[in-house]
Nanobody
Framework: QVQLVESGGGLVQPGGSLRLSCAAS????????MGWYRQAPGQQRELVAV???????TYADSVKGRFTISRENHKNTVVLQMNSLKTDDTAVYYC????????WGQGTQVTVSS
């Protein structure tokens, strides 16, 4: 049974930083690409960043240069370091993995506000 558990969200001022973590179980973690998505109120879920099993990364244009995705295979964890946060980054952030089907975590709220 695949499980993804996100943590690390919260309230931060514009320009601040947050570090999101996603702990995965039920998969051979090192073998799978992992992704972070987000969904703002009234909007569709969108891709934020992906890291392949080999460590190659892809980012949405809106977060390039500000966010960094990384993986800690020994901890079965994928991390999203978010710097220079903007109010537009406010959303629920979800972790994702595809193993025959798409699995999602419960999400963690990120609110950027002064």
């Amino acid at each position: 049974q695949v499980q993804l558990v996100e943590s690390g969200g919260g309230l931060v001022q514009p320009g601040g930083s947050l570090r999101l973590s996603c702990a995965a179980s039920g998969i051979i973690f090192s073998s799978y690409a992992m992704g972070w998505y987000r969904q703002a109120p009234g909007q569709q879920r969108e891709l934020v960043a992906v890291i392949t099993s080999g460590g190659r990364t892809t980012y949405a244009d809106s977060v390039k240069g500000r966010f960094t995705i990384s993986r800690e295979n020994h901890k079965n964890t994928v991390v999203l370091q978010m710097n220079s946060l903007k109010t537009d980054d406010t959303a629920v952030y979800y972790c994702n993995v595809n193993k025959f089907q798409s699995y999602w975590g419960q999400g963690t709220q990120v609110t950027v506000s002064s």
